[in-house]
């Protein structure tokens, strides 16, 4: 009931959705029970009317880019999910400047910037997450940022209403920008990057993946690093110092490869994640003073209503 006109317009507008998805199925954590209503969303112009629509009839909505920064409690979501793509799954390169809709892939960019002898993005390939939740997240890695690179973002606010604002007023900070509040749902991002060398850019990146496969255990769901470094420390030389490697809690262990992942073993529940943050958090707190503040975004903490 609740439901009805959004379902009657999705219906009119032939557009992709499901009613109870299963969010594990959406989240690198492979953690997460069933959502009301799961969109694919095609176009600005059905954001804008999905937004105005939800925003009248009080419905909560999330946007969910790759999940790879999530997670998402095992009751689910009382509410929309949405999720781009149609039109916002685009890239576009024009000499040093590429754009891109918010529902890319991060290593797809990454990719054509290659195709094209374009530097700038190299730090971000293998980095898991869509086009918009990188530049939400400021994503970043062996010495880059999303910040060093983006030139505009356009999104659309929660009325609606089409705005594009300069990356120098993005407000990025580690982990963080403007958009981390959840007001503003992105829907291109422009990127301007540098020519290069064809060669020196494939190697970069080769050997980048070729790094995080030696340190990160790829072969188990996660999340990425599950902690913030604080500043002068590494959360995952703390956890380990602090004698938590391969601690588990349920199917939830900090890895054995990398103390900064916490992984799935097969069966964790957000329950097992949740618990496990919490005696890591309490535990570095006792031994070092250090409040360690988790990077991986908890949907229940962050609903857009
Ligand atoms: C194996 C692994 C390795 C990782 N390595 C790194 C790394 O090296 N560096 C790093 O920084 N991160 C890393 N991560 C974490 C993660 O990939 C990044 O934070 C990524 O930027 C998240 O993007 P996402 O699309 O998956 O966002 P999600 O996890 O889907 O969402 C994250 C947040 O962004 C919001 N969001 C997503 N898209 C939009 C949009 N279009 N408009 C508005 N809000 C949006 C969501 O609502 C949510 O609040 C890693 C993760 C894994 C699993």
């Known amino acids: 009931m609740k439901y009805s006109s959004i379902l009657n317009y999705l ?28 969109i694919e969303v095609p176009d600005v112009c059905t954001l804008q009317n999905l937004l105005v629509m939800m925003k009248k009839s009080d419905i909560p909505f999330f946007l969910l880019g790759n999940g790879s920064n999530l997670l998402i409690n095992d009751d689910g979501y009382r509410g929309v999910i949405l999720k781009l793509d149609g039109k916002f799954a685009s890239v ?91 007001e503003y749902i992105i829907t291109f991002v422009e990127f301007k990057l540098s020519l290069g060398s064809y060669e020196d850019i494939k190697s970069r990146m080769e050997d980048l993946i070729a790094r995080r496969k030696f340190k990160q255990p790829l072969n188990f769901p996660s999340a990425g690093s599950f902690f913030k470094s604080p500043a002068g420390y590494h959360a995952s030389a703390l956890i380990e110092q602090c ?41 570095i707190a006792t031994k070092t003073g250090i409040n360690l503040e988790p990077e991986v975004i908890n949907l229940t903490d962050n609903p857009n209503s």
């Open 243 to 283: 004698g938590l490697k391969g601690f588990r809690i349920g199917d939830a262990a900090v890895s054995s490869k990398h103390s900064g992942f916490i992984v799935n073993l097969g069966n964790a529940t957000s329950e097992d994640i949740k618990k496990l943050q919490s005696e890591i958090i309490s535990q």
């Open 11 to 38: 219906n009119s507008k032939k557009c992709k959705f499901c009613k109870n998805e299963l969010m594990s199925k959406h989240t690198t954590f492979r953690i997460g029970g069933p959502a009301d209503l799961f």
């Open 92 to 182: 576009e390169v024009n000499g040093e400047f590429m754009k891109c809709g918010a529902g890319v892939n991060l290593s797809r960019i990454c990719k054509t910037a290659l195709e094209n002898s374009l530097t700038g993005l190299e730090f971000a390939y293998g980095i898991p997450g869509s086009c918009g939740g990188a530049v939400v997240m400021n994503a970043g890695a062996y010495g880059g940022e999303m910040k060093d690179v983006i030139k505009t973002v356009e999104f659309v606010d929660q009325n609606g209403e089409i705005n594009k604002i300069s990356g120098k007023d993005c407000g990025f900070s580690y982990r963080n920008s403007l958009f981390s509040k959840n």
